[in-house]
Nanobody, 117 residues
Framework: QVQLVESGGGLVQAGGSLRLSCVAS????????MGWFRQAPGKEREFVAR????????HYGDSVKGRFTISRDNAENTVCLQMSSLKPEDTAVYYC??????????WGRGTQVTVSS
């Protein structure tokens, strides 16, 4: 059974930092690209970041470039998202995803991030 369990969300003031973690099980994590997405109320789900199987290649959405960093630990089946210089517009539910060939195929349940102004 595939599971992606996010943690680390919470309430933070603008300019602050948070670190999200996602622990994966039920599939071959070390060969799967992983990603983070977010969805704010009333908006579509938005791509945040993606990391390849080895961690050697990363991509970011334009709105988070230079502020967020994605990383992974294949020994611990964990992918993390370090978020800095947070803005109120970063408020959303953040989802961990495991990619298939092109698109995400497994999703976590999400963790809420709220940034106060």
């Amino acid at each position: 059974q595939v599971q992606l369990v996010e943690s680390g969300g919470g309430l933070v003031q603008a300019g602050g930092s948070l670190r999200l973690s996602c622990v994966a099980s039920g599939f071959i994590f070390s060969s799967s690209p992983m990603g983070w997405f977010r969805q704010a109320p009333g908006k579509e789900r938005e791509f945040v970041a993606r990391i390849n199987w080895s961690g050697g290649s990363t991509h970011y959405g334009d709105s988070v470039k230079g502020r967020f960093t994605i990383s992974r630990d294949n020994a611990e089946n964990t992918v993390c998202l370090q978020m800095s210089s947070l803005k109120p517009e970063d408020t959303a539910v953040y989802y961990c995803a495991a990619y298939g060939d092109v698109l995400p195929r497994y999703w976590g349940r999400g963790t809420q991030v709220t940034v106060s102004s």
